[in-house]
């Protein structure tokens, strides 16, 4: 087999938790060198150190974003641009065909469908996947009214932005919560809160939120690649053990379920690339268009495979023919580490 020519990736939001061991599995890929390009809007992301190569850019929603991400693909001679948060998705999406490299990701529609909470929700309802109950709303008295609708008191429900990432800006109502115990014994931040202590610090205007029933359960997503009409390769893990709002511990599953489930979502949403499906029991509350926390086999580096497609080195049938090596019960620990340099 011919040794495959050096390819340089260009790895935005490269301050982001799972930086580091997408980073080393890119460099890991038993093919070839890899040259990585990271970029952030904050000089302190760990990219800047890991990264053969730094830049500073705006911010991913910052119109100037994608004119400054081609500039630089232009500039370190990039091969292909892989995005990581969701803030990117949108900019790169609508401007992707003017790239002169593949670009990561999805169609500006697909991205405003997956970014816009309540479309999701309405869009999976409409397909017969399990979804939580929600209320769109606006204002403080709204959110009021949609939490009673939703059946509280008598049992907790939730909110947040329409348009988030991640766990920004939920929050669950729930009135039985002891104020005094987070106050005195959890961190700052504590997710759950009354209803009367959300109305009173809602604006009446201007906050576009959606009130959801509170999912119970466990935590399972559903990680792969897919080319627009299914899942390509991929499977589900659990996500455990969180801290700060980012699950440290995950653990790859066998379940055709879930993977059907996945690829009516790709078809109805025309996911292209990477995606991430979470669950929490059986209700699906988030599809991310985008790589997330990915659980490594020294065989199978998906974020590497999914480069290769987009660039042509490998057809949809060979993926499908990876599938065999996903290894139910493959274990993934996440954990802190840290960087030292002189001024």
């Known amino acids: ?36 390009v990271g970029t952030d809007m904050s000089e302190r992301a760990i990219g800047r150190h ?84 929600f ?46 115990h987070q106050l005195l014994y959890e961190r700052p931040g504590a997710v759950a809160m009354r209803l009367e202590e959300a109305v009173e610090l809602l604006p009446e205007d201007g ?15 559903i990680d792969g690649i897919a080319d627009g009409q299914r899942v390509i390769l991929g499977h589900p893990k659990t996500r455990e053990a969180m801290r700060a709002g980012l699950a440290m511990y995950f653990e790859t599953l066998e379940n055709a379920g879930l993977m059907e489930v996945a690829d009516r979502i790709v078809a109805e949403f025309e996911i292209e690339h990477f995606f991430n499906i979470q669950l929490v029991g059986e209700h699906v509350i988030e599809i991310n268009p985008r790589i997330s926390t990915v659980v490594y086999q020294e065989d199978l580096n998906l974020p590497y495979l999914g480069v290769k ?14 599938r065999e090596r996903v290894r139910p019960g493959r274990t993934a620990l996440r954990y802190f580490d840290q960087v030292e340099w002189d001024a």
């Open 50 to 133: 890991l990264c053969d190569a730094f830049h500073l850019v705006p911010a991913g929603g910052d119109p100037a974003f994608p004119d400054a991400i081609r500039a630089i693909v232009e500039q370190e001679h990039v091969d292909a641009v892989l995005p990581q948060s969701s803030f990117d998705l949108e900019g790169l999406a609508a401007h992707r065909e003017t790239f002169p490299v593949p670009v990561l990701v999805s169609s500006p529609d697909t991205i405003h469908r997956s970014n816009d909470k309540a479309e999701t929700y309405e869009l999976l309802h409409r397909i017969g996947v399990p979804a939580p109950a």
């Open 207 to 221: 906050a576009d939120l959606l009130v959801m029933e509170l999912a119970t359960g466990g935590e399972r997503t």
């Open 135 to 180: 209320r769109r709303v606006t204002g403080a008295r709204e959110v009021e009214a949609a939490a009673y609708e939703l059946g509280y008191p008598d049992k907790p429900v939730c909110f947040k932005p329409v348009f988030s990432s991640g766990s920004r800006g939920f929050r669950v109502l729930d009135p039985t919560v002891d104020r005094a």
């Open 1 to 36: 087999m011919a040794e495959l020519r050096p390819i340089t990736i260009l790895v935005s939001a490269s301050g982001a938790p799972g930086t580091a061991a997408l980073l080393s599995a890119l460099r890991r890929n038993g093919e070839r060198d890899v040259r990585l």
């Open 309 to 322: 497609r987009a660039l042509g080195e490998i057809t949809a049938d060979e993926l499908i023919a990876l």
